[in-house]
């Protein structure tokens, strides 16, 4: 039988390098795509290719010839989509950037897949961005979070879209273009509006990815900032259930196809930023210093995916419990110190310094 090919765009970034590892260990053949604009990309590079056979294209999403050229060179079977411009803080001061890495280079990749590879399922990473500040949601200061008083489930998929921000309205045209692809063109693309993933392999910044960088910046001794009062929510999900869920989706296409899916951990997985710093010094056995900030604009006092469509039409759920996966996030934090602090540094890739030590997730 014929060994099935996945494209991973953003493929050497935090999600990206942990679906690679897991297709890769599945039998797929798997090429990464990636500009490795992000800090981290060498290590994650690195940390892959010790295990797991892959092929890499170092290109832009922006550029279309050369994805075109990467397209043409495989019959892809599955096409993973999470190349992307990922800071909404820096979607507001590089609109422009933003719009062409997220709705043109989605539009370059999603096109590109009509040319070469109609039938490759398309997953789009797209975001809960999309729906904005949820007007109709109504939040209270429920005890020691905020929640939800009016959606016990969470926000499902009929909620209106509202776009706010450049990133929100970039990653947004790119939703809509993989659903229209589908219903014009009979791709079988999705668009999986994810919640908060976190996991092993993600070098958070303060402006992106919060769970990694509460924890890398709390075990090096870095300031942290609450913006808001600490008590607002989200559900966040593990990458490995994440990419199990990428898989279910592949094997499936008719039950995804033309279809958008809120993704993240759902009501069971929800932690506050206060919540999450106590574990971090139960962990730690220390006091973690925090410094307070206003509320950003747009910042939602809680924000919890209804995951019910998805778990439905996948036969998926989340297995990985919110201890758990901080626990080993946590782990691998603790071992790769040195390699993580480079990162987060900005030193440039050493050999061996790849941060390659990976805790198992016991769930
Ligand atoms: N991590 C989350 O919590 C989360 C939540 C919602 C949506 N998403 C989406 O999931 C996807 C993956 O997120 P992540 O957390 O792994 O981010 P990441 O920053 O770790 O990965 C993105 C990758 O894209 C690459 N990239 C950026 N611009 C590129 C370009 N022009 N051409 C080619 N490659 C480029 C980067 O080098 C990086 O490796 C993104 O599309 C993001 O918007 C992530």
């Not at 260990?25 to 797991?52: K, M, P, Y």
């Not at 759902?266 to 919540?275: A, F, M, N, W």
Request: hydrophobic share 40%; charged share 25%.
């Amino acid at each position: 039988m014929r060994t099935k090919r996945v494209l991973i765009t953003g493929g050497a970034g935090f999600v990206g390098c942990n679906a690679a590892h897991y297709f890769g260990n599945r039998n797929w053949r798997v090429t990464v795509l990636d500009n490795l604009s992000r800090a981290g990309t060498q290590q994650n590079l690195a940390w892959l290719g010790d295990g797991t056979a892959f092929d890499f294209a170092r290109a832009d999403v922006r550029d279309r010839a050369a994805v075109d050229q990467v397209m043409s060179e495989e019959r892809f079977d599955a096409v993973i989509h999470l190349a992307a411009q990922v800071a909404v803080t820096t979607s507001v001061t590089d609109p422009r950037s933003d719009f062409m890495i997220n709705a043109l280079g989605t539009f370059n990749v999603l096109d590109a897949v009509r040319k070469h590879c109609p039938e490759a399922v398309f997953i789009f990473a797209s975001t809960n961005k999309v729906y904005g500040k949820i007007a109709g949601a109504q939040t209270e200061l429920l005890g020691a979070r905020h929640g939800y008083t009016n959606r016990p489930f969470g926000i499902d998929e009929k909620e209106p879209l509202d776009f706010l921000s450049p990133y929100g309205c970039s990653k947004g045209a790119a939703d809509q273009y993989t659903l229209d692809y589908a219903r014009m063109y009979g791709i079988p693309a999705t668009s999986f509006r994810q919640s908060c993933i976190y996991g092993t392999r993600q070098f958070g910044i303060e402006d992106q990815g919060w769970v990694a960088w509460f924890a890398i910046a709390s075990l090096l001794r870095r300031d942290i900032t609450i913006f808001g009062d600490g008590r607002q929510v989200r559900d966040i999900l593990h990458v490995d259930d994440l990419v199990r869920a990428y898989e279910a989706a592949i094997l499936a296409p008719d039950r995804i196809a033309g279809q958008a899916f809120n993704v993240g951990g759902g009501p069971q997985r929800v932690i506050s930023l206060l919540d999450l710093i106590a574990m971090l010094e139960l962990r730690l056995d220390r006091k973690i210093p925090l410094k307070f900030g206003d509320w950003r604009p747009g910042d939602q006092r809680a924000y919890i995916s209804d995951v019910r469509k998805l778990e439905t039409a996948l036969d998926w759920s989340p297995s990985i419990t919110v201890e758990d996966g901080i626990s080993q996030l946590l782990t691998w934090v603790e071992r790769n110190q040195a390699a993580i602090a480079a990162v987060e540094d900005g030193v440039p890739a050493a050999a061996g310094a790849n941060g390659d030590d990976r805790a198992p997730v016991a769930n």
